[in-house]
């Protein structure tokens, strides 16, 4: 039993190694590919940000439409509806935007990433790049990562900004409260030390959702099923470490 | 024995194993250089393997490969590169890229690897694309190609760097007489024309008696028997005559090692 946990605990520990010695492999990649090869780059932040940018939009209205909603019902027993927009740009900036914006992205673009990885390589495309003297991890897993790493934070500030267009269309436009307040409220309470939390936040989560895609599909047994279980653990293993870190996170902040 | 520098290739005492399975025991194999040198062997003997293993996508676990009378595991990642940068390689399936073109495909080591003007870069593709009777499908993607065609694509893919090592696997399968013929003219015409050093993978024992200088027949990890495909049609040896002549019964098994099939209906080998 205790042996059992053991071999589990080393078995972790040992891939959690790999997966830094791979997460250092791609940092000292990155500068290279950037500078020389930035069309790779642009093209990932494309398809990593870009084409998630509906479902953030969407999700960032609703959410900030609902925070809207509850923000009321719970200020309003204070008299403080004033301070809605207060209670909805918190949330949206610093744990809203990060976080949900990073599940979606780990299910959007991080399935995407994990399985076209893990395809090329069941398809022996990674082998032939590698045949032809292409380095796949600069060629292919590298843009990739950077991709992410780049569209995160920009996905996050678009969550933020749609769903206070949200809470505010909820709160002063359709619950009545004053529209004066409203902002003046927010500019007065949020400090740029919370917009700093929130950045940094969006940024790691972009490191670890990109890192965790792109590891899990190079990773991938190159069959159907392994890329189909490769997938799956991308966004697992993304949203179980994007809400771990940003408990951590916050608690470091507060 | 050949003079050291008239040999490509040199696998010396070669093991490599799968799991359990040990796929190369004590192979040798000189490849000559200038020549057209077939690999041919009963599926499933390791013909994918040993290609890969001459590029050093895999390590052997003991025994030494010399391309060019140089040790291969010794090689640093910037010189295999270098070393891979001479040499094509047709995989077994294609393996094109799927996210780019045809013709980005076959412009791909051009790009990755030369900073030629793209007016030059696009004549190069498309004459070799011209070669392989693919010009017109230049602008498709990958997944609108048949099997024969992204074959044939991948051809002129492999030999757009101009390599001085061009290496084959399988690439008669899936494509009908007519491009079959085209193929085999072309691969011998490269390989006299431009003075490179061919390496054949196929099953296909009428195209390889038609366009190879030598032979090697691998079977059981072992090479069977090599020579000239001549020599080979007249060799005595029943495993041999059995592979070239296409029979079932002989020395090599056509079934993978299974279990004694009488038994194994009767269910009687979970016992
Ligand atoms: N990834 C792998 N894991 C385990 N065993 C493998 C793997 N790839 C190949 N093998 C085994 O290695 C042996 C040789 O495979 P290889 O692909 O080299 O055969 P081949 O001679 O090219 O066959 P074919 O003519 O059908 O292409 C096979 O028996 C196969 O079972
Ligand atoms: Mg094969």
């Excluded at chain 1, 949206?92 to 991080?110: D, H, I, N, S």
């Excluded at chain 2, 070799?128 to 694509?153: C, F, I, N, T």
């Amino acid at each position: 039993m205790l042996r059992d946990l053991w071999y589990a605990l080393d078995d972790f520990l040992r891939t959690l190694g790999q997966l830094l010695i791979f997460f250092l492999r791609l940092v000292a990649n990155s500068p290279s590919i950037l500078f020389r090869r930035a069309g790779l780059v642009v093209k990932q932040v494309y398809n990593a940000g870009a084409l998630s940018l509906v479902i953030i939009m969407v999700s960032g209205f609703f959410v900030g439409g609902v925070l809207g909603l509850q923000g009321f019902s719970i200020l309003s027993k204070f008299n403080a509806e004033d301070s809605i927009g207060t209670f909805a740009a918190f949330s949206l900036l610093k744990e809203l935007g990060p976080v949900v914006t990073a599940l979606l992205f780990a299910g959007r673009a991080g399935t995407a990433l994990a399985s076209e990885i893990g395809l090329m390589k069941a398809t022996d495309q990674l082998s032939a790049m590698e045949m032809m003297a292409t380095n796949p991890l600069r060629r292919v897993l590298v843009p990739r990562f950077l991709g992410g790493v780049i569209s995160m934070p920009m996905l996050a500030a678009v969550f933020s900004v749609i769903g206070l267009f949200g809470a505010h269309l909820v709160g002063v436009n359709l619950l009545g409260v004053d529209q004066g307040a409203f902002w003046q409220q927010i500019q007065t309470t949020l400090e740029l030390k919370d917009v700093y939390e929130g950045i940094f936040k969006s940024v790691v989560f972009g490191v670890v959702a990109s890192l965790l895609a792109v590891w899990e599909g190079y990773n991938a047994v190159p069959t159907a099923e392994g890329v189909s279980r490769a997938t799956t653990r991308s966004v697992v293993n993304s949203a179980i470490a994007v809400l771990i870190l940003d408990f951590i996170i916050t608690a470091r902040f507060i | 024995m050949n003079d050291q520098s008239d040999n490509l290739i040199e696998i010396r005492n070669l093991n490599y194993s799968r799991g359990q399975r040990q796929i190369f025991k004590n192979l040798n194999i000189t490849i000559a250089k200038g020549q057209v040198t077939a690999i041919m062997g009963p599926s499933g003997t390791g013909k994918t393997t040993l290609l890969r293993l001459i590029t050093r996508e895999l390590n052997p676990d003991s025994g030494t490969i010399l391309v060019e009378g140089i040790d291969i595991a010794k090689l640093s990642q910037k010189d295999l590169y270098k070393l891979r940068k001479r040499m094509g390689m047709l995989f077994q399936n294609g393996a094109l890229l799927t996210d780019i073109s045809v013709f980005e495909n076959v412009a791909f080591p051009l790009r990755e690897h030369t900073r030629l003007p793209n007016r030059l870069i696009r004549h190069i593709v498309l004459t070799k694309l011209h070669a392989v009777g693919l010009r017109g499908a230049a602008d498709m993607m990958p997944s609108e190609l048949s099997g024969g065609m992204a074959r044939r694509v991948a051809l002129a893919r492999a030999m757009v760097m101009d390599p001085a090592i061009l290496i084959y696997d399988e690439p008669f399968v899936g494509l009908d007489p007519i491009s079959m013929g085209v193929i085999v003219r072309l691969v011998r015409k490269m390989n006299d024309a431009l003075g490179i050093s061919s390496i054949l993978v196929s099953h296909d024992v009428q195209e390889i008696a038609t366009v190879a200088d030598c032979s090697y027949l691998i079977s059981d990890g072992k090479v069977a028997a090599s020579g000239s495909p001549d020599e080979l049609s007249n060799t005595r040896s029943d495993l041999v005559r059995q592979f070239m002549h296409g029979m079932a019964d002989g020395p090599v098994a056509f079934h993978y090692s299974a279990p004694n099939y009488a038994e194994q209906l009767l269910g009687r080998d979970a016992e």
